[in-house]
Antibody, heavy 119, light 111 residues
């Protein structure tokens, strides 16, 4: 059974850096082709893809947010970490991590974590 | 990379069939068969319903089907049921540097 769970702060102040951790089980991020990524959803709005890290450490970022994002992995801990700098109230959203076994589809999702940006 | 275009809302009566469109460009939807669809109930995480245009993951009802023509992908729900009332999002491969772009989302209402 594949599971993913997001953890991190639920409230950050403007200009701060957000660090979110995705802890997963049921698959290995060292398996060829596998990736783990982050997707966010502002309240009442659509899904937005943020970042993806592949089994071979290759990284991909949303062009509009690339300068603010870093994604890393710790295969031994089954974790993927997303950092987003210079947080703004418009970044208030539920942040999901998800499992991409191959291709361009997200087969398993975490429950999400609501992050609010407010002073 | 712009979001894929979906109708804001689609509705149907129980038992009917509805189709949700997802329109992109030659650079995303039209460039490959890597289109997927997700169902999201309020307050819940999205759930994969269709991948690679028309494949269903294990456990997904065969009432859900997908297709693609040119730059437009479609999700059809047949035999509409109350439990199908949810938001639906398409997602497409959009190139080596931007492997994912989501649609604007469609709210499905069962009348």
């Amino acid at each position: 059974q594949i599971t993913l769970k997001e953890s991190g702060p639920t409230l950050v102040k403007p200009t701060q850096t957000l660090t979110l951790t995705c802890t997963f089980s049921g698959f290995s991020l060292s398996t060829s082709g596998v990736g783990v990524g982050w997707i966010r959803q502002p309240p009442g709005k659509a899904l937005e893809w943020l970042a993806l890290i592949y089994w071979d450490d290759d990284e991909r970022y949303s062009p509009s947010l690339k300068s603010r994002l870093t994604i890393t992995k710790d295969t031994s801990k089954n974790q993927v970490v997303l950092t987003m700098t210079n947080m703004d109230p418009v970044d208030t959203a539920t942040y999901y991590c998800a499992h991409r076994p191959y291709g361009s589809s997200w087969h398993h999702w975490g429950q999400g974590i609501l992050v609010t940006v407010s002073s | 990379q712009s979001a894929l275009t979906q109708p804001a809302s689609v509705s149907g009566s129980p038992g009917q069939s509805i189709t949700i469109s997802c329109t992109g460009t030659n650079s995303d939807v039209g460039s490959s068969n890597l289109v997927s669809w997700y169902q999201q109930h309020p307050g819940k995480a999205p759930k994969l319903m269709i991948y690679e245009v028309s494949k269903r993951p294990s456990g997904v009802s065969n009432r859900f089907s997908g297709s693609k023509s040119g730059n437009t992908a479609s999700l059809t729900i047949s035999g509409l049921q109350a439990e199908d009332e949810a938001d639906y999002y398409c997602c497409s491969y959009a190139g080596f540097s931007t492997p994912f772009v989501f649609g604007t989302g469609t709210k499905v209402t069962v009348l």
